[in-house]
């Protein structure tokens, strides 16, 4: 297997980055370019690492973003998934089964008791040494830019998804999403969820991380979100 260098992988960062940005800076949601940026991850997790030798990897919450050699997740029918699963109600994998679990935009979509037991679950599955990277929304970033700051990057956004176009009705759709978002988490409540769970929690940033098999998996990363990985 031939990897990236670096100097390649920094070209293909500032490439993710462009099309992440033209999607969320256009004045209208471009389908092109969001087929586009996922197929270029797609592409590059090929190339890093098109074999996955150390246990199975577990996508919860997939949407329709399918990821190829994971077992992708969801409770609601789109195409993408391998398996159906209301997280709500428990993970349904044997204890110390997973090696990785991805999880994007999930948590902050069930109540906050549902969203610990969901923790505690995916401590249950995942192998010793087992990781799991998380990403949120963070609430004390979307009150501070979103509302306080009233940046114009992200008002213009909220105006174009959501018809938010003042900053008190950008922040009530962040929190609220038309009533899909049920509790927002900041970086210290999640930290310390996650680590009375018994994870040991470290904060990350958009596509990097020090295992290849969590690399070039997110999606967004507009200044409005927690990234975190916790080890077993």
Request: hydrophobic share 40%; charged share 30%.
């Amino acid at each position: 297997m031939i990897l990236f260098t670096r100097s390649q992988k920094h070209k293909l960062m500032r490439r993710l980055r462009a099309l992440h940005d033209r999607y969320y800076d256009a004045p209208a949601t471009e389908a092109a370019t969001v087929a586009e940026y996922l197929q270029t991850l797609a592409d590059v997790r090929q190339h890093e690492s098109p074999d996955y030798p150390r246990g199975p990897r577990l996508h919860l919450g997939c949407g329709e973003h399918r990821i190829g050699g994971w077992i992708n997740a969801d409770f609601v029918l789109s195409g993408a998934q391998d398996a159906l699963i209301d997280v709500r109600r428990g993970l349904p994998f044997r204890s110390s089964s997973i090696r990785f679990i991805h999880s994007e935009d999930l948590l902050e979509h069930i109540e906050l008791e549902e969203g610990l037991r969901l923790l505690g679950e995916c401590y249950r599955v995942l192998k010793p040494g087992g990781v799991m990277r998380l990403l949120t929304p963070d609430a004390a970033a979307i009150v501070k830019r979103v509302y306080l700051s009233a940046e114009a990057r992200h008002l213009k956004w909220c105006d174009r998804e959501f018809s938010a176009e003042e900053p008190v009705e950008a922040l009530n759709m962040h929190f609220r999403m038309n009533g899909e978002h049920r509790f927002l988490y900041d970086y210290p409540y999640l930290k310390k969820a996650l680590e009375k769970t018994g994870f040991k929690v470290t904060r990350v940033k958009w596509n990097a991380s020090k295992h290849r098999e969590l690399q070039y998996l997110d999606l967004r990363d507009f200044g409005l979100n927690v990234f975190v990985e916790a080890e077993k």
